[in-house]
């Protein structure tokens, strides 16, 4: 199943727009879906199989940049559009990353990081910066400094990652791959503070409980907003679908796809039923933005 979007419609600054496509490898939450040893909750629809959170964006030139890096991410570099059936090389693999912009150190979105010792491989061992809010990048550090060592070690040489960090701010753009990005802060309920990303026409928020209002003026304008939407219930640190609607009539994007679904949300039954402009992601599903 592989899903490619039209561009964007060209604005008056058409000229001096990149084209960039993001593909989401993964919109499930922080279990993946559908869990097993819960019946009630499997679906053999493949539109429910979620991998956990991440998202590939692709630039004109080749550029790779990821956002997070979970538990899945070694599949879902072999794999972004997960129609890979285990045999035969998978044509559309992911071979090189300039950046990884991280939403925060919860494990579905940063425990996957030893995968990327195998882009370093890839890349000659070039190394790969971890974007984020200092606080998530201290954290990550301290759960997995062997990732951030520079200094020569016998026993992991060669064997692990090859990483750096670079702490952001909240609304001052900074480049990767030449790609201007600002961070944004989401508040995660209790769990604490996100980050969401805009990058030119494109905004991703997964994980957000709610959108502070010194955030919103940096979601105007887009055409394309991915958002973290749980499930219908009411959740502590997660958006529901309300509230997830609400946020959608006051930002108005051209097009919102949900992810961070939990496996209540089945395609089939929520598509249709969805307001225009409005839809659920699946694994594979690739879209089209633009990047000043
Ligand atoms: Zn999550
Ligand atoms: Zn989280």
Redesign the pocket.
């Known amino acids: 199943m592989r899903v490619q979007d039209g561009q964007p419609s060209a604005g008056p600054h058409a000229a001096i727009m990149q084209h960039w496509r993001i593909i989401i490898t993964g919109c499930g ?2 279990h993946g879906s559908p869990p097993w040893g819960w019946r009630h909750l499997w679906s053999e629809d493949p539109r429910d199989h979620r991998r956990r ?1 991440g998202a590939v964006l692709l630039g004109p030139a080749g550029e790779v940049i990821l956002l997070d890096m979970g538990p899945d991410l070694m599949h879902q570099l072999r794999d972004p559009y997960a129609t890979w059936r285990g045999y035969g090389y998978p044509e559309d693999c992911i071979t090189r990353c300039d950046g990884v912009l991280l939403t925060h150190d ?1 494990a ?2 940063s425990h996957g990081i030893n995968e990327l010792r195998h882009v370093n491989r890839l890349q000659d061992g070039r190394p790969i910066t971890i974007y984020g809010h200092r606080q998530h990048l201290d954290l990550i550090t301290q759960m997995f400094p062997y990732c951030f060592d520079a200094a020569p070690d016998e026993v992991y040489r060669s064997y692990k990652p090859a990483l750096t960090t670079c702490p952001v701010t909240d609304g001052t753009p900074f480049t990767v791959a030449g790609v201007p990005v600002v961070a944004c802060a989401l508040w995660h309920g209790p769990a604490g503070r996100v980050n969401g990303y805009r990058i030119g026409s494109l905004a991703y928020c ?2 957000a409980k709610s959108v502070p209002e010194a955030t919103l003026p940096l979601l105007e304008g887009l055409d394309l907003l991915v958002l973290g939407m749980l499930r219908e219930q009411p959740h502590e640190t997660h958006m529901h679908l309300a509230a997830a609607l609400d946020l959608v009539d006051r930002l108005r994007p051209q097009r919102t796809v949900f992810v ?1 679904m939990g496996p209540e949300m089945r395609w089939a039954q929520w598509q249709g039923r969805l307001p225009a402009g409005v839809e659920l992601a699946f694994d594979g599903l690739e879209m089209g933005f633009t990047v000043p």
Request: hydrophobic letters at 0%.
């Open positions: 939450t922080s959170s919860h579905d979105h997964s994980d961070h």
